[in-house]
């Protein structure tokens, strides 16, 4: 089992520019939520699913977008970066309510 | 509201020492109790648990925590520290009526001293 996969593992974008990351997940969970972590703040949840075809805003969802087309995939959307976006994405997935979730190895994104 | 501290962004403890790592919670039903430790350039890894029963949790590498519903705390321990221990420790809370969401304390580094 692979778990929880992100790509792509780096990636600089130019202000403006759009993008979007893919989290896959082989464990055949329903839920599965977008992160991003600043120094300092932790991790804040951007937007998350609790199954396929759905999708819910979480704490910091402004600019962003997602879609949840098929159970073990969950894509993050940047339609127009901004340097304020700047940071490490982590996806994780989790089995049902109040389960501990499985992290992804992250994404680490640069915004010129 | 709703929240998680962790006290101390920063600890360092000589090698053998014990590690205590703090977290509270605010919330008026128990909630379940997560630790993660994240090693550099590296996801989450899940360390232990608490959702029901038993107080004290024991996880991997040698960690436990107990909750504490009466202080509304969930502190990391690990009663002699390892050069490898070295890493960033997030609490985490899933707080009842939130669909598995967690809430992140804002991490503390633990760093070892030989």
Same mark, same amino acid.
């Given at each position: 089992n692979a778990g929880v996969t992100q790509t792509p593992k780096f990636r600089v974008l130019k202000t403006g520019q759009s993008m979007t990351l893919l989290c896959a997940q082989?464990?055949?969970?329903?839920y599965m939520y977008w992160y991003r972590q600043d120094p300092g703040m932790g991790l804040r949840l951007i937007h998350y699913s609790v199954g396929e075809g759905t999708t819910a805003k979480g704490e910091v969802p402004d600019g962003y977008n997602v879609s949840r087309? =098929? =159970?073990?995939n969950f894509l993050l959307g940047l339609e127009s970066a901004a340097p304020s976006q700047t940071s490490v994405y982590f996806c994780a997935s989790s089995y049902s309510t109040r389960k501990e979730q499985f992290f992804g190895p992250g994404t680490r994104l640069t915004v010129l | 509201a709703q929240s998680v501290t962790q006290l101390g962004s920063h600890v360092s403890v000589s090698e053998g020492a014990l590690v205590l790592l703090r977290c509270n919670y605010s919330s008026s039903v128990p909630p379940y109790l997560f630790w993660y430790v994240q090693y550099p350039n590296q996801g989450l890894q899940l360390l232990l648990k608490y959702t029901t029963g038993a107080t004290l949790v024991k996880g991997i590498n040698g960690f436990e925590a107990e909750f504490k519903k009466s202080e509304t705390s969930f502190h990391l321990t690990k009663p002699s520290a390892h050069m490898s221990d070295a890493a960033e420790y997030f609490c985490a809370v899933s707080f &009842?009526? &939130?669909?598995s969401k967690l809430t992140f304390g804002t991490g503390t580094r633990l760093q070892v001293t030989l």
């Open positions: 082989d464990m055949n969970h329903e087309l =098929k =159970k073990q | &009842t009526g &939130t669909a």
